[in-house]
């Protein structure tokens, strides 16, 4: 009886043990994710080529990293449920292109930032938030830049990043909340295209 309990209580400590290497491994994993994602947005956005905005630029490579259709849900709240595919669709295309313009901008800037990376730190099994340092040539103090990420089948995928503690979803969703409840994917779409026909910094 004695051994049969030091068996089940030998496995269980294996299985615990198991448990926390792979969840450290599982976020290590993320870490070379974003850190490799990372570094290819900025070796694009600096490549020397001027023909297009630096938000055009890096697009291809942050749609790699992003999960923007889970970044566009959340940001638009309850509401999205009510939105035909043709309009969450549209909405995510939108929306998509209004991120990738604040990252372009607040993030990789006009001259290649520092960049230092924390640890990660796992909030679930399939998701942790990765802190990072950025230094840029306008800035006099680090930018305090954090980023969540989500393991999906094709891998880690970002799905929020918080800039000085601002969540970029959490932001939208104050602002779309009341407008979707009042005008529905109509009002949310018009207010993106609104937002996108800006004039866009010159970053080249």
Known sequence: ???????????????????????????????????????????????????????ARVRPALEKCFAFDIVTRQAMGPGWRQFSTTEQKRVTDLFSELMIRTYSGRVVGTQRPKIVFGSPVATASDRCEIP????????????????????????WRIYD????????????????????????????????????????PSNS
């Open 132 to 155: 990072t340092r950025v230094t840029t040539s306008s800035s006099n103090e680090p930018i305090a830049v954090a980023y969540r990420m989500i393991k999906l089948p094709a891998g």
């Open 1 to 55: 009886m004695l051994l049969h309990r030091f068996i089940l209580k030998s496995a269980l400590v294996l299985l615990l043990g198991a448990g926390q290497l792979s969840g450290a491994a599982s976020s290590d994993d993320a870490a070379t994710t974003l850190r490799s994602s990372v570094e290819e947005v900025l070796s694009i956005a600096y490549s020397g080529h001027a023909n297009e905005t630096l938000a």
């Open 161 to 200: 990043v918080l800039i000085e503690g601002v969540s970029f979803v959490a932001n939208y969703r104050a602002q779309f909340d009341e407008l979707i409840q009042k005008g529905g994917a109509v009002a949310a779409i018009r207010t993106l295209e609104a937002k996108l026909a800006q004039p866009v």
